[in-house]
């Protein structure tokens, strides 16, 4: 079992900057498939990026490309989400998430995650 902590969540101003961090509980951080979701307000939990146990394959949702860049680092238990030129409309709860099945891709739905943090929020003023 995993346990999962994001920070550095807070209010920022639109093409403003934010690093999130999702630090991982156990030793066996580098057996787990990493992912970024967010929900907001009244919205459907959505994708936001994912990463693989070794950090070589990576893929992020279309409204974020070009935006931000995860990464990881697995002698710190750690998973990252470097947010740039931030928009109003990435106002959300930011949820990393955690799994270590076995899979042919990249880890981009809800229910292929077993382990979820509680979340930081990211508001975005315009």
């Known amino acids: 079992q995993v346990q999962l902590v994001e920070s550095g969540g807070g209010l920022v101003q639109a093409g403003g900057s934010l690093r999130l961090s999702c630090a991982a509980s156990g030793r066996t951080f580098s057996s787990y498939d990493m992912g970024w979701f967010r929900q907001a307000p009244g919205e459907e939990r959505e994708f936001v990026s994912a990463?693989?146990?070794?950090?070589?394959?990576?893929v992020y949702a279309d409204s974020v490309k070009g935006r931000c860049t995860i990464s990881r680092d697995n002698d710190k238990n750690t998973v990252y989400l470097q947010m740039n030129s931030l928009k109003p409309e990435d106002t959300a709860s930011y949820y990393c998430a955690a799994d270590s099945g076995s899979s042919w891709h990249l880890k981009t739905r809800i229910h292929e995650y077993t382990y979820w943090g509680q979340g930081t929020q990211v508001t975005v003023s315009s």
């Open positions: 990463i693989n146990r070794s950090g070589g394959s990576i």
